[in-house]
């Protein structure tokens, strides 16, 4: 979800909070934020282990962390895509490794309804890239590998779908990456002759 369906706007958030949370672009995050997506770590104690981190005192780190959440919006260009999907009759499902506060944000949203499931990682206590996630999403909803499209922004997550047959497709910059998808996954429109 994060970086491919939602994301804070850098031109709407401050620098300060792009700074605050720049280890979540690390291709490593760190145990405490695997913890907090996995839903072994709390909400208070993400804030103690933020706070540590950060050498900042608790309501900092509790204000960038609201902030954080408060700031998620869909990516125009995703949100587009999708209804175009569900139009051509796909079937989508969220795999995502997010937190108890931002599933529970995320799931208010108009295009998160455009799913037709879901494997949250705080609920499964299973996170990307760990083989059990996957094989989670394959099983509840009866998916084929073949038959199955996983888009990820990080690499070893689309590695680890990728040794279950899954057909991967990495996401970067959103208006380029939709529209390698669009191209991909929907027939060009015929045009009379």
């Not at 995050?29 to 050498?55: A, C, H, I, Q």
């Not at 309501?59 to 700031?71: G, I, M, N, P, S």
């Not at 108009?110 to 996957?134: L, N, Q, T």
């Amino acid at each position: 979800m994060g970086g491919v369906v939602f994301h804070r706007d850098p031109e709407k958030v401050s620098s300060e909070l792009i700074e605050f949370f720049s280890f979540i672009a690390a291709s490593k995050m760190p145990r405490f934020w695997v913890e907090y997506d996995r839903g072994t770590l709390t909400y208070d104690e993400v804030l103690d282990e933020l706070s540590r981190e950060k050498n900042c005192s608790r309501d900092v780190a509790e204000r960038y962390l609201r902030e954080a959440l408060d700031r998620q919006e869909v990516i125009p260009q995703t949100a587009a895509l999708i209804r175009e999907l569900k139009r051509a009759g796909y079937r989508l499902y969220v795999l995502s490794n997010m937190s108890r506060e931002f599933i529970d944000f995320l799931r208010k949203t108009e295009i998160y309804r455009a799913f037709d499931g879901e494997v949250v990682s705080c609920e499964e206590r299973v996170v990307k890239p760990e083989d059990r996630i996957y094989e989670i999403l394959l099983q509840r909803y009866g998916l084929k590998p073949e038959e199955t499209l996983f888009i990820d922004d990080r690499r070893g997550n689309l590695e680890a779908a990728a040794r279950f047959g899954i057909a991967t497709f990495h996401f970067g910059e959103p208006a380029q990456s939709c529209e390698r998808l669009r191209r991909l996954l929907l027939p060009a429109p015929q045009t009379e002759s």
